[in-house]
């Protein structure tokens, strides 16, 4: 199947510093990615839709200032938590579908822990 | 987000059981479903899909049913090991590559030998 590759799969960082998440897909191309954010224990919430070439759409109540999206490539999307605090430390996973491909289902990245200390 | 953070419920199944889990989806345009699975700290791995013109469908040891009636899904999974033991999301979109895909609240399957 497509592969997903997401890095780094875990990062510590100091309050007030940004962090860079990296989503990649492997093996096919993939024009639109998707963001989740996931607490312990709970469901994988969408945070926003990457849009390569064009701005990112968030969900409701996601801070566009906050979590940086590019998506540049065809093939790569990146997230940045910027002035990163403690409340955002949660397990982030991006997804991809392949457009070559209609009505498949999105493959994941094996998500970014992310500690803010 | 669109998805409900609730805390995870628990099914609990000796080996060999049969398991059923269940999920409501809260879309009736939504046409495509999906069930995944996740192991802790990884990302979520495909298991089952279903489009909104079958109402079952089958895989190696799963099965799918769909009531769009009442937006129900379920996943039956036969002769449980404990390698099944993980927390199962269904997901629901409208077709097409460049549509969302919004996860349910999700249920922990754990198997007892």
């Known amino acids: 199947g497509a592969v997903v590759s997401q890095h780094p799969s875990w990062v510590i960082c100091k309050s007030g510093t940004s962090v860079k998440i990296e989503c990649r897909s492997l093996d096919f191309q993939a024009t639109t990615m998707f963001w989740y954010r996931q607490f312990p224990k709970q469901s994988l919430m969408l945070m926003a839709t990457s849009n390569e070439g064009s701005k990112a759409t968030y969900e409701q109540g996601v801070e566009k200032d906050k979590f940086l999206i590019n998506h540049a490539s065809l093939t790569l999307s990146t997230l940045t938590v910027t002035s990163a605090h403690p409340e955002d430390s949660s397990f982030y996973i991006c997804?991809?579908?392949?457009?070559?491909?209609?009505?498949?289902?999105?493959?994941f990245g094996q998500g970014t822990r992310l500690t803010v200390v | 987000g669109e998805s409900v953070g609730l805390h995870l419920p628990t099914l609990s199944v000796q080996e060999g059981d049969n398991s059923i889990i269940n999920c409501a989806y809260s879309n009736s345009a939504s046409d495509y479903f999906i069930w995944y699975k996740q192991e802790s700290g990884k990302g979520p791995q495909f298991i089952i899909d279903i489009r909104s013109n079958m109402d079952k469908r089958q895989g190696q040891r799963v099965t799918v049913l769909l009531n769009k009636t009442v937006k129900h899904l379920s996943l039956q999974i036969a002769a449980t090991q404990p390698g099944d033991s993980a927390v199962y999301f269904c997901?629901?979109?409208?077709?097409?590559?460049?549509?969302?895909?919004?996860f349910g609240a999700g249920t922990r399957l754990a198997v007892h030998p």
């Open positions: 997901a629901e979109t409208i077709s097409g590559g460049y549509n969302k895909l919004i």
């Open positions: 997804s991809a579908r392949d457009q070559g491909r209609m009505n498949t289902e999105a493959f």
